[in-house]
C-alpha cells in the first residue's frame, strides 16, 4: 500500500500513476511508427536511475516500479491496438484518467508527478535515432512531449 504523500490513493490509483511511466514510454515510442528497443532499454535504465536520483514524491513510484517496467511495456504491446494512430489514441485515454487521480495529491506532488513525466517522455523521445543523439526526436514524437492530455500543473 502506497505511503505519504499518496496514503488518499486507493491502490489501483497507485498502480495507473507507476502504469503512466509505462505508457508514456509506449505513446512516445510508438509516435513514429514503432516502439524501438532502445527506448523500452532507455525507460528501464531512467526508471532504476531516478530511484537513486528522485528524493521526492516519485521516488516511490520508481522504487515500486523499476523491476516491473519492462514486463509491463511488454504486457500492455500486447494488449494495446497494433496500428500506431489507434496505439496512440489509447494511451491518451489511458494516461488522461490519471488527472483525476492527480486531483486527489497536494498541489506540490501533482506538479512533481506532471513535471517528471514530461521529463521521462523528453528522456525516451531522445533514445534512439539521430546522429550521435542529436536530432534524434522526430515530428509525432515533438508533439507527443508535452503530454496534451494531462492537466497542466503550475
Not at 516511490?60 to 511488454?74: L, T
Amino acid at each position: 500500500m502506497p505511503h505519504k504523500p499518496f496514503d488518499k490513493l486507493t491502490e489501483s490509483e497507485f498502480r495507473q500513476l507507476e502504469d503512466a511511466l509505462a505508457l508514456v514510454t509506449i505513446l512516445i515510442g510508438s509516435a513514429d511508427g514503432e516502439i524501438d528497443r532502445k527506448e523500452i532499454a532507455s525507460a528501464v535504465k531512467l526508471t532504476h536511475i531516478r530511484t537513486y536520483l528522485e528524493k521526492n514524491a516519485m521516488h516511490e513510484i520508481y522504487e515500486d516500479y523499476a523491476n516491473r517496467i519492462q514486463p509491463r511495456i511488454e504486457e500492455l504491446l500486447e494488449e494495446l491496438p497494433g496500428d500506431t494512430r489507434r496505439r496512440i489514441q489509447d494511451v491518451s485515454d489511458r494516461l488522461a484518467k490519471i488527472n483525476p487521480i492527480l486531483k486527489k495529491l497536494d498541489v506540490a506532488t501533482a506538479t512533481t508527478i506532471y513535471k517528471n513525466l514530461k521529463s521521462f517522455a523528453r528522456h525516451i523521445a531522445s533514445a534512439s535515432g539521430g546522429f550521435l543523439g542529436a536530432f534524434s526526436i522526430s515530428r509525432e514524437e515533438e508533439e507527443l512531449l508535452d503530454l496534451p492530455m494531462l492537466e497542466r500543473w503550475p
